[in-house]
Nanobody
Framework: QVQLVESGGGWVQAGDSLTLSCAAS????????TGWFRQAPGKEREFVAA????????LYSDSVKGRFTISRDKVKNTVILQMNSLKPEDTAVYYC???????????????????WGQGTQVTVSS
């Protein structure tokens, strides 16, 4: 079992920055990857970004590419999502998730992920 706890959400204005953290504990596989997903009101949950265990591979959705940066602190078992130039359309509940199958071209698929956090709310006002 892997436990994931997100933190760092909040209310900001458009153009501001916010940093989300995902702290992992439990039986973490060295080959695992961590992803961030989000779900806006009335919409389906969507992929945001992912990073592999070593931090050498990352993937971003087109909607956040160039604005968001995902990174990993292996010592703290934490994955960071740095969000810059936030837009009102970034408003959502953000979830981190962990998978143990290893990095692949399908890392953006929710079905690959075994463990999920409870989510943290991000609200961006215009």
């Amino acid at each position: 079992q892997v436990q994931l706890v997100e933190s760092g959400g909040g209310w900001v204005q458009a153009g501001d920055s916010l940093t989300l953290s995902c702290a992992a504990s439990g039986r973490i596989s060295g080959g695992s990857a961590t992803g961030w997903f989000r779900q806006a009101p009335g919409k389906e949950r969507e992929f945001v970004a992912a990073i592999n265990w070593s931090g050498t591979n990352t993937l971003y959705s087109d909607s956040v590419k160039g604005r968001f940066t995902i990174s990993r602190d292996k010592v703290k078992n934490t994955v960071i999502l740095q969000m810059n130039s936030l837009k009102p359309e970034d408003t959502a509940v953000y979830y981190c998730a962990s998978e143990s199958s290893g990095w692949s071209r399908w890392i953006n698929l929710q079905s690959r992920y075994d463990f999920w956090g409870q989510g943290t709310q991000v609200t961006v006002s215009s």
